[in-house]
T-cell receptor, first 115, second 109 residues
Framework: GAGVSQSPSNKVTEKGKDVELRCDPI?????LYWYRQSLGQGLEFLIY????????KSGLPSDRFSAERTGGSVSTLTIQRTQQEDSAVYLC?????????????FGPGTRLTVT | GQNIDQPTEMTATEGAIVQINCTYQ??????LFWYQQHAGEAPTFLSY????GLEEKGRFSSFLSRSKGYSYLLLKELQMKDSASYLC??????????FGQGTELSVKP
């Protein structure tokens, strides 16, 4: 079946502009995660949605970052007033509600470059 | 706090065995994951350990000791295609993953 998809695959924006990144999780997956990965670094957790529960926003680096998940499916990560340090690959992952095991399936990512 | 340590780089020879270590200190523990990430691609799931001991899956095995906060990924019969970054991640209560920096493995002929 279809995997996690993300759009756009690449985004170049000017410093100070707002950007929206989209994630389509695997159908039926109740959990959705956003991470970012700077060049040569590990993945940094940003935000986590699980079903109808309040999202875990503990990883968002500043109030310029926000995310929403509409209808329990598609998610949008918004970065306002982008800064050069926001340049990174933004990865989305989803997982089924399997109780103990939370294997996450990753999308191909959106490479964001802020000039 | 949360801290996950793994070596930055490793080099091994085709056909050999390599062990990638990971130590962790986290505020909660609900399992340890290993992911493989080829350059420019998304991470893909390799293994999951929640109980102490060894989990074997083909050429790859993963070990966990919760009392020592320690895991390793063992890759046997190395192939050139195994050259990739290997990410250790701990799941805390609630399901989110805390990742280490990744170990860049280079397999040489």
């Amino acid at each position: 079946g279809a995997g996690v998809s993300q759009s756009p695959s690449n985004k170049v924006t000017e410093k100070g502009k707002d950007v929206e990144l989209r994630c389509d999780p695997i159908s039926g997956h109740t959990a959705l995660y956003w991470y970012r990965q700077s060049l040569g670094q590990g993945l940094e957790f940003l935000i986590y949605f699980q079903g109808n529960s309040a999202p875990d926003k503990s990883g968002l680096p500043s109030d310029r970052f926000s995310a929403e998940r509409t209808g329990g499916s598609v998610s949008t990560l918004t970065i306002q007033r982008t800064q050069q340090e926001d340049s990174a690959v933004y990865l989305c992952a989803s997982s089924p509600d399997r109780g103990v095991v939370y294997e996450q399936y990753f999308g191909p990512g959106t490479r964001l470059t802020v000039t | 706090g949360q801290n996950i340590d793994q070596p930055t780089e490793m080099t091994a020879t085709e056909g050999a065995i390599v062990q990638i270590n990971c130590t962790y200190q986290t505020s909660g523990f609900n399992g340890l994951f290993w992911y493989q990430q080829h350059a420019g691609e998304a991470p893909t799931f390799l293994s999951y350990n929640v109980l102490d001991g060894l989990e074997e899956k083909g050429r790859f095995s993963s070990f966990l000791s919760r009392s020592k906060g320690y895991s390793y990924l063992l890759l046997k019969e190395l192939q050139m295609k195994d050259s990739a970054s290997y990410l250790c991640a701990v799941s805390n209560w609630g399901g989110k993953l805390i990742f280490g920096q990744g170990t860049e493995l280079s397999v040489k002929p």
